[in-house]
Structures are given as C-alpha cells and as structure tokens.
C-alpha cells in the first residue's frame, strides 16, 4: 500500500489476479498524486475480495495472464463474484477501472459479454476515437500492450474512446467515471516477463512481442502521464493538492 504523505488521502481497491501482473508504473502516479490503494489477492492462500465497503473511493481491476471471463476451462475462478463486485460498484457511483481481464468484468457488470479468444500478447498502437476521450487528455496515439484471453463484447451504453488498428476497443467508457482498458496502460516489460513465466499456458511469439515492449517502454511512460491526468480528473480522485498544483503550473 502506498504510504501517506500529509493531509486527506483517498484509497483505491485493486483486485489482482495473479502475482506478476499489478499496476506497474501506475503505482508513482497514484502516489504522486497522494492516492492510496490496497491489493486485494483472491488467488492467494487467505486471500479474499472486497466488499462494497472497502471501494469508498474506486475499485481497479488489472488483468489476469490466461485467465478469461468467457466460458470454457480457462474462465476466472472468482469471475461471477467479481461481477457482482463491480455491479455494486457501479450502482453505487464508484468510480471502476477495469485493465485486460478487468475490463471484461467491468463489460460484464455493465450488461455486456465476453467471447472466446486465444491468450494474444501484442505490441500496437491505439488511437483515439473521440476528441473530449478523458476529458481531452487522451494522446491521439498511444502504445497499446494487449496480454490477455478472450474479446470483450461492449454493453449498448458503452462509449469508445479508442481503438487498435483492427478496431477493437482500446478504451471505454461506461457512465461518468467506469473505463475499460483492452490494454495495460502502465506495463513494464520485467512484469510481462515474470507473467510468462509464472504460467506454463503462455502466450504464442512471445520473444517477439517482449522486444517491441522493451523498445515502447519510454513511449507508455510517456503517454501514462495525460492518460493518468485524464483518469484521476473524470474518476473524480483529484485531490485539492493535484487541483492546486494544476492552477499553479
């Protein structure tokens, strides 16, 4: 958990679904900006979920490696109680962040579905789709890592906010302050890494794929930085510090 550093903080929740995969270099902006989160490890011996309770400021679900949310052997094993979870969420108004697999529960929640895909991991590009895509901080293009199971089937009241050069969705929204990432929008290459070799299920052309991270590593850190303004401002997680240090720059 990140640490306070003086004043009011806010918390997020994050489900994990495998060791490897966390929120990468989303952590030091999160911290930067004082916003705190937790780890909730459900894979884990002992490990458990949150209840609506613990998301008093948002839930993040980052992806999950092999696992899928569409029907079949490789489906989630805590898949229809994270659904409830992030339907809660929502009905609440708690802001949601789904990344891979977390983007395919935030569909689900939300009354979309999930098709079967094979375990793709490729090294693209992502390209905007509307101009105002979180509040107008979204690059034009950005790199956009996809490592996951299955293709995500949009709810009707879904908005695109980007997609990859075959049309996919990149980035959706859903309500005011719910989007979905096909994408890890903060990746590290050493956590793809560990992911590959955590699981014996792992992805085809992975050597290839490592490569072209390794050369867009700079460009997703680059881009993280509007991508994080734009989420902590529709999320509604900007706190007073970010809002004076926002008038001052």
Same mark, same amino acid.
Not at 1 to 11: E, F, Q, V, Y
Not at 163 to 181: I, K, N, V, W
């Given at each position: $958990?990140?640490r306070?550093? =003086? =004043?009011? $903080?806010?918390?997020?929740?994050?489900?994990q679904?495998?060791?490897?995969?966390?929120?990468?270099?989303?952590?030091?902006?999160l911290?930067?900006?004082?916003?705190?989160?937790?780890?909730?490890?459900?894979?884990?011996?002992?490990?458990?979920?949150?209840?609506?309770?613990?998301i008093?400021?948002?839930l &993040?679900?980052?992806?999950?490696?092999?696992?899928?949310?569409?029907?079949?052997?490789?489906?989630?094993?805590?898949?229809?109680?994270?659904?409830?979870? &992030? +339907?809660?969420?929502?009905? @609440?108004?708690?802001?949601?962040?789904?990344?891979?697999?977390?983007?395919?529960?935030l569909?689900?929640?939300?009354?979309?579905?999930?098709?079967?895909?094979?375990?793709?991991?490729?090294?693209?590009?992502?390209?905007?789709?509307?101009?105002?895509?979180?509040?107008?901080?979204?690059?034009?293009?950005?790199?956009?890592?996809?490592?996951?199971?299955?293709?995500?089937?949009?709810?009707?009241?879904a908005? &695109?906010?980007?997609?990859?050069?075959?049309?996919?969705?990149?980035?959706?929204?859903?309500?005011?302050?719910?989007?979905?990432? +096909?994408?890890?929008? =903060?990746?590290? +290459?050493? $956590?793809?890494?560990?992911?590959?070799?955590?699981?014996a299920?792992?992805?085809?052309?992975?050597?290839?794929?490592? @490569?072209?991270?390794?050369? @867009?590593?700079?460009?997703?850190?680059?881009?993280?930085?509007?991508? $994080?303004?734009?989420? &902590?401002?529709?999320?509604?997680?900007? +706190?007073?510090?970010?809002?004076?240090?926002?008038?001052?720059?």
């Amino acid at each position: $958990m990140a640490r306070a550093t =003086g =004043g009011l $903080m806010k918390t997020l929740a994050i489900i994990q679904h495998t060791s490897s995969e966390y929120l990468g270099l989303i952590e030091d902006h999160l911290e930067g900006r004082r916003i705190r989160f937790r780890y909730f490890r459900p894979f884990t011996a002992g490990g458990s979920l949150p209840g609506i309770g613990d998301i008093t400021e948002g839930l &993040v679900l980052v992806g999950g490696g092999p696992w899928g949310a569409a029907p079949g052997p490789h489906r989630l094993p805590s898949l229809d109680t994270e659904v409830k979870i &992030v +339907s809660a969420a929502l009905a @609440a108004a708690r802001p949601v962040i789904g990344i891979g697999l977390g983007a395919q529960i935030l569909a689900l929640a939300a009354g979309g579905d999930v098709t079967v895909a094979p375990f793709e991991f490729t090294v693209g590009i992502a390209t905007r789709t509307v101009d105002d895509a979180l509040g107008g901080f979204l690059p034009r293009n950005y790199p956009l890592v996809r490592l996951q199971r299955d293709e995500v089937v949009l709810p009707s009241r879904a908005r &695109v906010l980007a997609q990859d050069e075959t049309g996919r969705p990149a980035l959706f929204q859903y309500g005011g302050s719910a989007f979905g990432f +096909s994408g890890h929008p =903060g990746v590290k +290459s050493a $956590m793809v890494e560990d992911l590959i070799m955590e699981f014996a299920d792992g992805p085809l052309e992975a050597k290839s794929a490592l @490569a072209a991270l390794r050369a @867009a590593q700079v460009a997703i850190e680059d881009a993280l930085v509007p991508i $994080m303004t734009g989420l &902590v401002q529709c999320t509604g997680l900007m +706190s007073e510090f970010d809002l004076d240090t926002a008038r001052d720059s």
